[in-house]
């Protein structure tokens, strides 16, 4: 199985084998190829992450049965000349890196938030729940700092309830946010934005010059905030799904 790699993880989650088609461009041999190797290794779904500017693949996955699942967006801002001045404008609120066993409950609750704008949620051949559970893991594996290496809870004063969560991660040469969300409740209010600069604060101190964050074409609200925090549309590409009858 030269170009298919099977997701330990996703596999385990959902409780059937899942794969990722490793290329970002396919012909029909390859699709074919996918199609008997996913057969004769029992694998029920296969995910693609293809090249939109290559109409040929597009169309070919399409022929064979794939499905666009998302549109994936990367953004990227450059933290040179970034200074953190929106901390004075929000009152209301404080932010800390501190995990409490009361912000437990809180926490998964915002990542149930998460899962409704993800594919898993969208897919109708996902068992019921599974983007819930998926994100629920994802937050834990942050906090437990497998997938993430800092964590920021946005509380409100009055209450010190966890209202907000960003999770990131220092690579060598960018930092990366994984989880970014702000409570139904707390939406509107800035909060997004009070979150995001702090996280760009962080970055700065740890000398790393510039952020990545990938969001789904489907979520306008999360575009617009990473516009008006200066991030660039960096790449785009389709997600697609295959399901193996
Ligand atoms: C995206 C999200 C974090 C924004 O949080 P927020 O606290 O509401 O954001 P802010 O109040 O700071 O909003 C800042 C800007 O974001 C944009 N924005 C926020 N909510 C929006 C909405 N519902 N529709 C359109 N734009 C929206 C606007 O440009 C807004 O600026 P404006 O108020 O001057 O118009 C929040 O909607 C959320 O948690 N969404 C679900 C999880 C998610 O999608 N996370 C991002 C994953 S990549």
Known sequence: MTEIQVLDFDTQLFGFKVGKFMDSRISSEKAAEIIRECKSNNIKCIYADLDINDFVSLGTAVKYGFVISDIRVIFEKDLTNFENNYEKKLRDYGIDDIVKDEDLPYLELLSKELSLTSRFEFDNNFPKGSAE?????????????????????????KSQNAVGVITCK??????????????????????????????FHFFKENSIKKVRVV??????PAQRLYQKNGFLTCATSVLFHLWIK
């Open 215 to 220: 969001t789904q074409a489907r979520n306008i």
């Open 133 to 157: 559970r998926l994100y629920k893991l994802w937050m834990v594996n942050s906090i437990n700092k497998r997938v993430a290496d800092k964590i920021f809870i946005a509380r409100e004063i």
């Open 170 to 199: 220092k690579n060598s040469d960018y930092g990366e946010i994984i989880l970014f969300v702000v409570s139904k409740e707390h939406k509107g209010k800035g909060l997004g934005s009070f979150i995001l600069n702090h996280t």
